[in-house]
Structures are given as structure tokens and as C-alpha cells.
T-cell receptor, first 111, second 110 residues
Framework: NAGVTQTPKFQVLKTGQSMTLQCAQDMNHEYMSWYRQDPGMGLRLIHYSVGAGITDQGEVPNGYNVSRSTTEDFPLRLLSAAPSQTSVYFC??????????FGPGTRLTVL | GENVEQHPSTLSVQEGDSAVIKCTYSDSASNYFPWYKQELGKRPQLIIDIRSNVGEKKDQRIAVTLNKTAKHFSLHITETQPEDSAVYFCAASSGNDMRFGAGTRLTVKP
């Protein structure tokens, strides 16, 4: 039981490049989410999903896309990276309405 | 949407003393309030949670209280130890949308 896994652990992009952050969970959780963590600002919700085929926007969705084709996977796509997207990204999963289990995080730098 | 405010942003205590972190929330529909601990370079991990139908919950040295009328909840750590040093986050959720406070950096001095 690996829990929540994320790849890559570190990534450096140039402005305008695109990439996908991968997230997978093996706990059969319906709910999955993506957060970004910036110094002094806590964890801010980007997008979330309550089940396969269903996604919704969180607090800071601009510049990010998500899809949920399976229960296990919830990738986050940056279409055209900007320096403001430099952050640590955490994926999380849970049963609805309960505490979330976080992945190890991806540290992204956009130059 | 929900807005969660957390205070203080930093807290320094002597080993053995108690530490209290306070949070307020804005959405009266919020019914679930977890607390997370994040050590440097690590992922946030749940340490305790409380639902809106409960006023207080305790787990060894950690306790959480909830005042629904005032829309605030607090984390209490007693007999603090150096390994309690970390950033603590409160959060509030009404079901599908978890919102976090900005965090409190707790330092326990030996």
C-alpha cells in the first residue's frame, strides 16, 4: 500500500513550457485534490475531484487543468508555465468529508 | 467560499509548557475541522480532527476545542517536547472543499 504518490519530486521549467504533475493513490479514495504551498500562505486548493469523470475548481485554479479518468489517478497540467507558479505542489486523497492523505510533494521552479 | 484565519503565525515555548493555536472560519456550513503537522521538507500529516457535533476531543497531549457559535476552534498541546516543533495548519470543510489556515510555526526550546 503506497498511499499517495507524486512524480516528479523536483522540476525546473522555463516560462511558457507545459508539463504534467502526476498523482496516484491506491486507497480507493473517491476524493482527490491538488494544493500549492507558498511561504506564509498555507495550502491553497487548486482543483479537486469527487470521483472519476468529475472535477471542480478550488481557490486558485487559473493556469491549471485537471482530469480524472480513473479513481486512482489525478494529473495536474500546467499549460504555459509562469514564474508565479513556482511553488510546492501537493496532491491529496480522502473519503469525502474526511481528512486528506497527502503525497510527498513536487517542488516546481519556473524560470 | 470558506475563509480560515489562524493565529499566531509563530509561537515559541519552553519545553514542558503548553501551546495554543487558534483558528476562525467564516462558513457556518463547515462541519469538519482537521489539524495537520508539517515538519520541514515533509508532507502535512493529520494529528487530530473534530466534527461539528462535538465540542472537544483529546488524544494524549493534544486536544482540540470547537465553538460553533463563535466559529472558532483551537489546538492545545500540553507538556510540549522539542519534537513538537513544526508548522501546524488548521482546516475547515463542509464536504468537498477543504480550506486551510496560513499555518503556525511552533518552536519548542529545550
Amino acid at each position: 500500500n503506497a498511499g499517495v504518490t507524486q512524480t516528479p519530486k523536483f522540476q525546473v521549467l522555463k516560462t511558457g513550457q507545459s508539463m504534467t504533475l502526476q498523482c496516484a493513490q491506491d486507497m480507493n479514495h473517491e476524493y482527490m485534490s491538488w494544493y500549492r504551498q507558498d511561504p506564509g500562505m498555507g495550502l491553497r486548493l487548486i482543483h479537486y475531484s469527487v470521483g472519476a469523470g468529475i472535477t471542480d475548481q478550488g481557490e486558485v485554479p487559473n493556469g491549471y487543468n485537471v482530469s480524472r479518468s480513473t479513481t486512482e489517478d489525478f494529473p495536474l497540467r500546467l499549460l504555459s508555465a509562469a514564474p508565479s507558479q513556482t511553488s510546492v505542489y501537493f496532491c491529496a486523497s480522502s473519503y469525502p468529508g474526511l481528512a486528506e492523505f497527502f503525497g510527498p510533494g513536487t517542488r516546481l521552479t519556473v524560470l | 467560499g470558506e475563509n480560515v484565519e489562524q493565529h499566531p503565525s509563530t509561537l515559541s515555548v519552553q519545553e514542558g509548557d503548553s501551546a495554543v493555536i487558534k483558528c476562525t472560519y467564516s462558513d457556518s456550513a463547515s462541519n469538519y475541522f482537521p489539524w495537520y503537522k508539517q515538519e520541514l521538507g515533509k508532507r502535512p500529516q493529520l494529528i487530530i480532527d473534530i466534527r461539528s457535533n462535538v465540542g472537544e476531543k483529546k488524544d494524549q497531549r493534544i486536544a482540540v476545542t470547537l465553538n460553533k457559535t463563535a466559529k472558532h476552534f483551537s489546538l492545545h498541546i500540553t507538556e510540549t517536547q522539542p519534537e513538537d516543533s513544526a508548522v501546524y495548519f488548521c482546516a475547515a470543510s463542509s464536504g468537498n472543499d477543504m480550506r486551510f489556515g496560513a499555518g503556525t510555526r511552533l518552536t519548542v526550546k529545550p
